[in-house]
């Protein structure tokens, strides 16, 4: 079973940063590629960024580049996100989805961790 588990979310100012973290378990994530997305209230999810297996390649959203950067740790089995220069429209609950390739889907989940960026 693969198990996917979200952390590091919670309240920042405008400005600030946060470091979010998918723990897997259950499997290996070198044979996965990863991606984050978020959903505000009322919209629907989005992508917000991917990593390869490796952690060579990555790319992100428009909305996000230059401000978050995803990288992974295989030998922890852990992907982390990187946010910084946080705004309120960053306000979100933030998933990790985990994608075999090629051209797969994202078909393991976690169950999101939320991010409130606030005054």
């Known amino acids: 079973q693969v198990h996917l588990v979200e952390s590091g979310g919670g309240l920042v100012q405008p400005g600030g940063s946060l470091r979010l973290s998918c723990a897997a378990s259950g499997v290996s994530l070198r044979d996965y590629a990863i991606g984050w997305f978020r959903q505000a209230p009322g919209k629907e999810r989005e992508f917000v960024a991917a990593i390869n297996w490796s952690g060579a390649n990555t790319k992100y959203a428009d909305s996000v580049k230059g401000r978050f950067t995803a990288s992974r740790d295989n030998a922890k089995n852990t992907v982390y996100l990187q946010m910084n220069s946080l705004k309120p429209e960053d306000t979100a609950v933030y998933y990790c989805?985990?994608?075999?390739?090629?051209?797969?889907?994202?078909?393991?989940w976690g169950q999101g961790t939320q991010v409130t960026v606030s005054s």
């Open positions: 989805a985990a994608n075999p390739g090629p051209s797969g889907q994202y078909a393991y």
